[in-house]
DNA sequence: ACCTGAACACCGTTCAAGT
DNA sequence: ACCTGAACACCGTTCAAGT
């Protein structure tokens, strides 16, 4: 309780936890092992007894992020208004974590992100689509996704931090597409022939 | 024309070619400056005589791969046909270059690249697009395809290279949500008060 | 069990110097 | 005009050693 105890005993969560608020300040490429142990006031190499490297420590990352998240589930609003609420939570949520959602894709081996994965092409067959139609449909709103949260943290890097026009824009470009995403799909799903 | 003459003189033509050359076997990762240094027999600041610095590089490369590029333009065939192909086209020839995609997005300060933007748009308007929609639709087509090729060259790097599997599943994404986008934005055309 | 110090093999880049 | 060598400030990481 201290002054001076701000120096608390080390551990894998207050390790992963420090990376995710450098990353919310400076963004993921803010995050080195070096930088990391000097938050932590320690020596850098103090982090690999609680991680095992840097790429592990990621992994951790997103796995802290997507288990804070909100799955996707078929309820009685619908499956375009569950789909909507789901995907404007998942772009406010990982944008916060500027270069993170690089390393977040479908199908790879993230434990977490795998039965995310899973859950939401249940959602899509649930809603009426063909399995593997559910498959990539839910790939094509991720990636989506994906494409925006990437674009957003190159252009916040490289562009003057212009007050809050920047978030402004931004929004209407998600807004858009989410929507797109849903008109694209409720075709596909009312005649699945539409794609190949 | 002798075996030794291998070592041409540098310039930043040769300079960017070698690394495309190396980003197409090997990733944008692979190209270092101390490794493109090392491709061309020269000592890595020998680069900075023709190219200022890495940055520079990197939208040397960039320009000199969009410059090949096949424009979007509206012809009989319709808006939807051009555009199938032209998305296509960009995935296959970006493809091509694993990482580079990261470093093009759409608005910035990209000579070539704001030029083939405005030139988009412009194809939109003339599809009939008003014109924030039509500004919106090339965001949202092009979003699209960048995380695409985000998440491919993620894939690339982390997967195992299991023969031609994965660019047959590659190819099934891709078309699924190039038609999907179309499918959207007809829909956006017949009614753009679908979206905000 | 937990952390440090020194070291290694990498980066991009600057700066003075060579031809 | 074109290139080199040495050096600087960074990376991630290993390995032996300390408590």
Redesign the interface.
């Known amino acids: 309780m201290a002054d001076d105890s701000e120096r608390l005993a080390l551990s894998p969560e207050i390790v992963v936890e420090t990376a995710l608020h450098m990353t919310q300040d400076q963004g993921l490429d803010s995050v080195t092992m070096r930088a990391l142990a000097k938050a932590l006031d320690v020596t850098p190499m103090a982090l690999y007894y609680h991680v095992a490297n840097k790429d592990e420590l990621v992994v951790l990352m997103v796995e802290k992020v997507v288990a804070d998240r909100t799955e996707l589930v078929l309820d009685e609003r619908g499956w375009q208004s569950a789909l909507r609420t789901h995907m404007m939570e998942l772009w406010e949520n990982l944008r916060q974590y500027p270069g993170l959602a ?2 977040m ?5 993230l434990g977490a992100s795998t039965s995310s994965y899973e859950s939401a092409t249940k959602f899509f067959q649930d809603a009426g689509f063909p399995p593997r139609v559910a498959h ?1 449909a839910w ?2 709103a991720w ?6 949260l ?2 957003e943290s ?2 916040d890097r ?2 003057s931090r212009k007050s809050g026009t920047g978030a402004i824009r931004a929004r ?2 998600v ?3 989410i ?3 849903i ?3 409720e ?2 799903l009312q005649d699945p022939t ?3």
Chains 1, 2 share one sequence.
């Open positions: 690089l390393f894709f479908g199908l790879p081996t990539l790939s094509f990636t989506y996704l994906h494409g925006r990437s674009v190159h252009l490289a562009a209407d470009h807004t858009f597409g929507e797109a995403v008109l694209a799909l075709q596909i539409l794609v190949p």
